[in-house]
């Protein structure tokens, strides 16, 4: 009988040990789990001017894996924001008009 109310006793039980409390992440970046090797750039205005192909060489050696699109400058866009693209929006001469940022 004593043996029964030694285990049942919650008083007498070993104090149970908490489990280690990781670092919240502190952007989006991190919660996926991405490289944060990588160039933190969002905007270039200063290829504006340029063609669009020495604009998206110019985004690319800055942020590799960026999906760059060329939109003419008049044209109907989403509104979604994705993290991995960025448009080039271009004049009638493919010329980059704004500065293209992340989105």
Same mark, same amino acid.
Request: some cysteine; hydrophobic content about 25%; proline content about 10%.
């Given at each position: 009988?004593?043996?029964? #109310? !030694?285990? +049942?006793?919650?008083?007498? $039980?070993? @104090?149970?040990?908490?489990?280690? %409390? ?12 991405? #490289? !944060?090797? +990588?160039?933190?750039?969002? $905007?270039? @205005?200063?290829?504006?001017?340029? %063609? ?52």
């Amino acid at each position: 009988m004593a043996e029964e #109310n !030694q285990s +049942t006793n919650p008083s007498q $039980e070993q @104090p149970v040990e908490s489990t280690p %409390t990781l670092p919240l992440p502190r952007t989006y970046e991190e919660l996926l789990g991405r #490289n !944060q090797n +990588t160039s933190t750039k969002r $905007e270039w @205005p200063e290829v504006v001017g340029l %063609t669009a192909e020495e604009a998206e060489k110019k985004i690319k050696e800055d942020k590799p894996g960026v999906h760059v699109h060329v939109v003419p400058s008049n044209c109907f866009i989403t509104m979604d924001f994705r993290q991995d693209r960025v448009r080039l929006f271009v004049d009638h001469s493919r010329k980059v008009e704004k500065p293209p940022r992340i989105g």
